[in-house]
């Protein structure tokens, strides 16, 4: 497919080539005329000369301006892959501090462990029968 594509665009410049050579040879084109730009007169020389030279100058605008964007474009892709490095480092060390967590959390059943737990978090139970209503409560959840 893809020789397929390259082989009808070389085709149809080929065509294209031919068609303005041809064109650029009739007579009408090999006429020496001047163009007055403003005040400035140019010497006279043949019309085919002003259509390649304007043919030349499109083509270059259009390079340049395709290379212009497409540095921009590539500045803005590493800026993005930067912001992705980041966070997918942020994403990391969330996750290792999120399995120490859980791998530091006693096993359940220790109700012990749990009141240590519960007291360390802040959670104010004055006495074992509160404790173990606690407890009860999250073990049927």
């Excluded at 893809?2 to 149809?12: E, G, H, P, R, S």
């Excluded at 500045?75 to 999120?98: F, G, P, S, W, Y």
């Excluded at 749990?114 to 407890?135: C, H, M, N, P, V």
């Amino acid at each position: 497919m893809k020789f397929l594509k390259w082989a009808l665009f070389f085709t149809a410049s080929f065509l294209i080539a031919w068609i303005v050579i041809f064109t650029f040879i009739q007579e009408p084109f090999k006429q020496q005329v001047s163009a007055k730009i403003f005040s400035y007169e140019t010497p006279a020389i043949p019309v085919y000369l002003y259509v390649a030279g304007a043919l030349a100058l499109g083509l270059l605008i259009g390079i340049l301006m395709t290379l212009y964007y497409s540095i921009a474009l590539k500045a803005e892709m590493h800026k993005k892959n930067k912001i992705i490095d980041r966070l997918e480092r942020e994403l990391e060390t969330r996750v290792e501090t999120e399995e120490k967590r859980t791998h530091e959390l006693p096993p359940p059943g220790k109700e012990e462990n749990q009141t240590d737990d519960l007291k360390a978090a802040g959670i104010g139970i004055q006495d074992e029968s509160e404790t173990e209503r606690f407890l009860d409560r999250n073990d049927e959840a």
